[in-house]
């Protein structure tokens, strides 16, 4: 059965200091990766997904994140943080030809001045 | 593009009553749509799978009569939460994904509805 870790329960920030969000998951096979983001009272919007290919993957609003086979590992990164990225963080796994995704328990980002 | 549109974002409603919550997909087709359950400050909890013209799949313990989900076209899901109790009151999201050329898509949310039982 696959499983998602998400060490860290929250995580505080300086605005324009750098972030990152730790994700190791468990899996037999090669996964497919996901980090969403969720605002208070929203639903949760995709950041940025793995599939294949280069492991360092590019999305939205300037995250990325590397892919680390060796590691189970997949973190979320963005160089400079503003204070419209608090928020809660989730990372997910899922199994080829299938839909269905395993979230981690999400990680609550806090931004301070 | 990939809008998931979940309808009402609220409810307020009786102990008794049974409420429908809408999931449609406004852009793209939805051949599986999925329903989570959120409380408060804890991650998503799947609670079923459907595809397009089946019955839907339930996670273990989750009541089938008591949550009610009809997929009946590529575009529309509903949740229906039958006889509804405080215990039911919950953050619920409705995901959809529709299937792609690597055999899975990435899911996209709705905004979510909030139902409170009184």
Redesign the interface.
């Known amino acids: 059965a696959q499983s998602v870790t998400q060490p860290d329960i929250h995580i505080t920030v300086s605005e324009g200091a750098s972030l990152e969000l730790r994700c190791n998951y468990s899996y037999g096979a090669t996964p497919y990766l996901f980090w969403y983001v969720q605002s208070p009272g929203q639903g949760l919007q995709l950041l940025l997904k793995y599939f294949s290919g280069d492991t360092l993957v590019q999305g939205i609003k300037g995250f990325e994140a590397e892919f680390k086979r060796s590691q189970s590992s997949f973190n979320l990164r963005k160089p400079s943080v503003h204070w419209s990225d608090a928020a809660e963080y989730f990372c997910a796994v899922g199994a080829r030809g299938y839909s269905t995704l395993t979230f981690g328990k999400g990680t609550m980002l806090l931004v301070s001045p | 593009g990939a809008v998931?549109s979940?309808h009402p974002s609220r409810v307020i409603c009786k102990s008794g009553t049974s409420v429908k919550i809408e999931c449609r997909s406004l852009d793209f087709q939805a051949t599986?749509m999925?329903w989570y359950r959120q409380f408060p400050?804890?991650?998503?909890m799947?609670m079923a799978?459907s595809n397009e013209g089946s019955k839907a799949t339930y996670e273990q313990g989750v009541e089938k009569d008591k949550f009610l989900i009809n997929h009946a076209s590529l575009t529309l899901s509903t949740l229906t939460v039958t006889s509804a109790h405080p215990e039911d009151s919950s953050?619920y999201?409705c995901?959809a994904?529709e299937q792609g050329a690597?055999?899975?898509?990435?899911?996209?949310?709705?905004?979510?509805t909030?139902l409170s039982i009184l």
Do not use: C, M, Y
Request: aromatic content about 12%; overall charge neutral; glycine content about 12%.
């Open positions: 998931v979940q599986t999925f400050k804890q991650s998503l799947l799978t953050f999201i995901s994904s690597e055999g899975n898509q990435p899911q996209h949310f709705g905004d979510g909030r």
